[in-house]
């Protein structure tokens, strides 16, 4: 097993690195525990605060080279079907705007991409979901991304393709930049159009917000649950990274979809 990243985590309280303990055994129902109940585990402190200070470097040193992602989509990320009334949630635009640090901005030695390729943080993951074989992405550009959100920037009302999403909170704005969410608002047999509707019109009743420090790694059921980000404000830059697994190994992206979301092919 490489222990390369062991440095960068607080493993005394997070004990990824003893799969079968009790103390991992108990972590991992912990987890489990609260995406039942609200679609989201939050593991604040996760990383060490010096890891992070290096992490936040990193993606320092790669922002200026982001690109920038404009794309208007539908809550579904589908592409636009004129089949649908104007009103329907499938036909009302969202606005996104934000900047994608891509997997290969970053060196092997960089702290990201060291936790990203540590064996236990994949273990730890798919021991959480349930999952009998889990792989890192195998696309060199989107395994690992940063999202990087400037002031006046967000991400609209979405839900995820991936059944869950595995991020890092490297570095929060002074305000904005709030993660909302409607927990559990898709079916797994249909798209929960009336829910929808009420979110995308502010009727909605249960609207959530994660508050979630830097150093924090959070697990999101985002494919059942609706989220968005609001705009961020103040000249301090969210940064928040993706960690890419998927059910089937040497998972890659097409060309049109790099060139869409990084602006270029690898």
Same mark, same amino acid.
């Given at each position: 097993?490489?222990?390369?990243?062991?440095?960068?985590?607080?493993?005394?309280?997070?004990?990824?690195? *003893? +799969?079968?303990?009790?103390?991992?055994?108990?972590?991992?129902?912990?987890?489990?525990?609260?995406?039942?109940?609200?679609?989201?585990?939050?593991?604040?402190?996760?990383?060490?605060?010096?890891?992070?200070?290096?992490?936040?470097?990193?993606?320092?040193?790669?922002?200026?080279?982001?690109?920038?992602?404009?794309?208007?989509?539908?809550?579904?990320?589908?592409?636009?079907?004129?089949?649908?009334?104007?009103?329907?949630?499938?036909?009302? +635009?969202?606005?996104?705007?934000?900047?994608?640090?891509?997997?290969?901005?970053?060196?092997?030695?960089?702290?990201?991409?060291?936790?990203?390729?540590?064996?236990?943080?994949?273990?730890?993951?798919?021991?959480?979901?349930?999952?009998?074989?889990?792989? *890192?992405?195998?696309?060199?550009?989107?395994?690992?991304?940063?999202?990087?959100?400037?002031?006046?920037?967000?991400?609209?009302?979405?839900?995820?393709?991936?059944?869950?999403?595995?991020?890092?909170?490297?570095?929060? +704005?002074?305000?904005?930049?709030?993660?909302?969410?409607?927990?559990?608002?898709?079916?797994?047999?249909?798209?929960?159009?009336?829910?929808?509707?009420?979110?995308? *019109?502010?009727?909605?009743?249960?609207?959530?917000?994660?508050?979630?420090?830097?150093?924090?790694?959070?697990?999101?059921?985002?494919?059942?649950?609706?989220?968005?980000?609001?705009?961020?404000?103040?000249?301090?830059? *969210?940064?928040?990274?993706?960690?890419?697994?998927?059910?089937? +190994?040497?998972?890659?992206?097409?060309?049109?979809?790099?060139?869409?979301?990084?602006?270029?092919?690898?």
């Amino acid at each position: 097993m490489n222990d390369s990243a062991m440095e960068l985590i607080d493993a005394t309280t997070y004990p990824i690195h *003893r +799969p079968g303990s009790a103390a991992y055994r108990t972590l991992v129902a912990r987890c489990r525990d609260d995406l039942a109940a609200q679609s989201a585990c939050l593991l604040p402190g996760f990383v060490t605060e010096e890891a992070r200070v290096r992490m936040v470097a990193e993606v320092d040193r790669a922002a200026p080279d982001a690109f920038t992602c404009r794309k208007p989509h539908n809550v579904f990320l589908e592409e636009h079907d004129d089949a649908f009334p104007p009103d329907h949630p499938r036909r009302r +635009p969202q606005a996104t705007e934000l900047d994608s640090v891509a997997f290969d901005q970053f060196r092997p030695t960089d702290s990201l991409h060291r936790l990203y390729v540590w064996d236990p943080l994949l273990t730890f993951v798919a021991d959480v979901l349930r999952k009998e074989h889990y792989y *890192r992405m195998a696309d060199p550009l989107a395994a690992l991304t940063v999202n990087v959100m400037r002031e006046g920037q967000n991400h609209g009302w979405h839900f995820d393709e991936s059944e869950a999403t595995t991020t890092l909170m490297l570095q929060a +704005p002074e305000t904005g930049g709030v993660f909302e969410y409607a927990p559990d608002v898709r079916p797994a047999d249909g798209d929960g159009y009336e829910i929808v509707d009420q979110v995308l *019109r502010g009727s909605y009743s249960d609207i959530r917000t994660l508050a979630v420090e830097p150093g924090t790694l959070i697990l999101f059921v985002g494919s059942r649950s609706m989220h968005q980000v609001t705009p961020v404000e103040g000249p301090l830059t *969210r940064y928040v990274a993706v960690f890419c697994y998927k059910d089937r +190994p040497n998972v890659r992206n097409s060309r049109e979809v790099q060139e869409l979301f990084y602006g270029r092919t690898a």
